[in-house]
């Protein structure tokens, strides 16, 4: 799989300095702009894969859902174990409505957590953006649980300056588990779980300096919940259409 540095290496002066120009497009948030750049160097680099999936991502962010499914489809047949294109792929077709092409990418990249193929550090991908209403929601999925509440899915909501202000997560802390095995018994002994819907709102320092949250409860699941699920929730939380259980306000960040 090709590296930045391998795309570099072959790079005229100009070259770099257009690519250079696209990068701090794409770090600016200027999607269309780095968009224009990653093709007009595509143009004079025709079928380098990395810059095509540069070149996706910045489609996607700009909206061009269309432009990075084509792009990237041959990419993620060429390489199985392209990560990258096969987790950019299943973004693009869950923007663009193909929930089995997306179902299938994110059982694709389960299987190449399993084989080893995606890096070490590697803890979760992004399955799509969703705009609500002047924001965006940033849907991740885990390829394991992390974390200290053991983290399945985390959603990231953003104001217009890509600023976060809210995160949502579906989560089964091993501590909630000893009592959701009391509760229901056969289903802990067919290996099921309790999962959580959650989220947390930044609150500041406490008078110790420490970061504090509130955290809210919206819901709780008997066995994993389904991404359909999922998303369909996190959507409703970051359009302020759903009432939490409980809350708790100051509580310092873990």
């Not at 680099?45 to 084509?70: H, I, T």
């Not at 399993?114 to 991908?125: E, I």
Request: glycine share 6%; charged share 25%.
């Amino acid at each position: 799989m090709e590296s930045a540095p391998d795309l570099i290496s072959k790079l005229s002066p100009q070259q770099k300095q257009k690519f250079d120009d696209a990068l701090q497009a794409f770090k600016t948030r200027r999607y269309p702009d780095a968009l224009t750049n990653f093709k007009a160097l595509l143009i004079e680099l025709p079928g380098d894969v990395l810059l095509s999936k540069f070149d996706s991502e910045s489609a996607l962010n700009a909206g061009d859902r269309s432009f990075a499914v084509n792009t990237l489809k041959p990419i993620a047949d060429a390489d199985s174990n392209d990560w990258q294109a096969i987790a950019l792929l299943t973004r693009a077709c869950a923007e663009s409505g193909d929930t089995s092409c997306r179902d299938r990418g994110m059982t694709h990249m389960l299987d190449l957590h399993r084989q080893g193929v995606t890096p070490s550090g590697m803890k979760n991908y992004t399955v799509e953006h969703v705009t609500v209403g002047e924001n965006t929601l940033e849907i991740k999925t885990s390829l394991e649980p992390w974390g200290y509440y053991s983290i399945y899915d985390l959603g990231k909501v953003s104001d217009a300056q890509g600023n976060v202000f809210l995160q949502i997560t579906v989560e089964s802390a091993d501590a909630e588990q000893v009592l959701f095995a009391k509760e229901h018994p056969k289903e802990a002994a067919n290996g099921e779980r309790s999962f959580s819907l959650d989220a947390y709102r930044d609150t500041g320092r406490n008078g110790n300096g420490q970061l504090t949250q509130t955290h809210y409860t919206f819901k709780f699941f008997v066995g994993q919940p389904s991404y359909e699920t999922v998303r369909g929730e996190f959507i409703k939380i970051a359009n302020g259409k759903a009432t939490p259980l409980s809350s708790r306000s100051n509580i310092p960040v873990p």
